[in-house]
């Protein structure tokens, strides 16, 4: 199972506020980038997930920033998965800028299906399984 | 059938760009919102709508923007319907600041089912039936 | 000094993801609104602040959802001042739907210069200043 | 001069709406940045136009939606410079999806300056000199 990756993404002008700082709400939104791609690399996209009745809600999140980023300044986000229960899945973020981390962050997901009641992680997507058990 | 209405809206801070602009595409947000309230005012919630099978997507839109708006700046949304066909609505807006119009802009929305195909708008949300034909 | 208040707000179309739900990213522009309207029971407008070079910037934040939120619903956002030191301000947040709890949240911002550089509150901002000494 | 170019960007999740499509005002975010692709293409960073003074304002919009665009679609947004005058440019778009044109729209932007008056887009972006006249 591929545990972690990293996108780039570049500030757009829109996503940068009057101050001139990308604004705080959008690194949630790269953050998502961030999972969605993890999720592909492990061969999943997260709209066929969708198709399959599992969806993925944020229940937690925390992030400090350390130093600003600005209209078209290109970020690398990077993702990796801390932990993973049976219905759960915690994330940890790196927000790099010019090779320096300028956020750092944690979510805590959880699968729910249609009618947005908790249900297990399809297994397909776990990598607790023993092996051989697939 | 109600007509025309006015909504208010405040200009947030991440709706303003680096130049201390509210960003051109946020005018269309501004513009759905006050076709929603025009919608209520004739009795209609569009989410009911939508659990109805009936959806409205825009299908054409041009604006003319006159001057800036700015961060916490209060704006009127004037909304009126200027024609009204079967599967067809058209809207023309003026976006105040201080008495003054700012933006002008007319938008075509058409009636689809949840297949996203034309439909005919339903009788209730249309004013063009004869008298006593409710 | 007044140390709470709510807003109310209504969630857009555009704010909600294909699940139907209010975007988990979107609670942190309703708690900076809420922030906004608190600074102004206080008799500040924040874009005077920026003028007078008194910016606030996130330094961190953290957030629990406890249930979604759709389109059209509207929201209670309740903040408060939960600590002030010389250079950061706490807030705590609930969010409520039809007076349930749906997020709670807390951030920590800071106050800087145009420059980005630490700075302390003005004095007209904080209520720690023995009494007489205005 | 470079007169056209073409972006690829890929839906995010919270950029489609309830109904599972790309929001209407979303492609107006798109289109900046195909304009601001086409503007580096001819060795200009906006960013680097606002450091000097020179920013460019949307004065102008139409579009034609197609058909939808849809969460974690890839989309081709094309850009090309249709006129230019001394303090305007239009431009000319086509959203493509799978090769096919969802959407079309042109706009024109006019040069001002920090004060957000009109002023003469800089010689260095225009292609009108004579040759040799650089």
Redesign the interface.
């Known amino acids: 199972m591929v545990e972690e990756c990293d996108i780039e993404v570049r500030v ?3 996503e ?6 990308l ?4 690194y ?2 790269f953050m ?2 961030a999972r ?1 791609e993890l999720l592909l690399r492990n061969g999943m ?3 066929d997930c ?1 198709k399959q009745g599992v ?1 993925f ?9 350390k130093s ?1 980023a ?3 300044d290109s970020l690398r986000i990077h993702v990796r998965i801390a932990r993973m229960t049976r219905a759960r899945i915690e994330h940890e973020y790196h927000v790099y800028k010019d090779g320096r981390i300028i956020a750092e962050a944690a979510t805590v997901l959880g699968c729910v299906g249609r009618d ?1 009641r908790v249900q297990e992680i399809p297994e397909s997507l776990r990598d607790d399984q023993p092996p051989g058990n697939t």
């Open positions: 757009r002008y829109c940068a506020d009057p101050m001139g700082y604004h705080h709400s959008q949630f939104v998502e980038m969605t996209r997260y709209r969708e969806f809600v944020v229940v937690k999140a925390e992030i400090r920033y600003p600005r209209y078209d947005g």
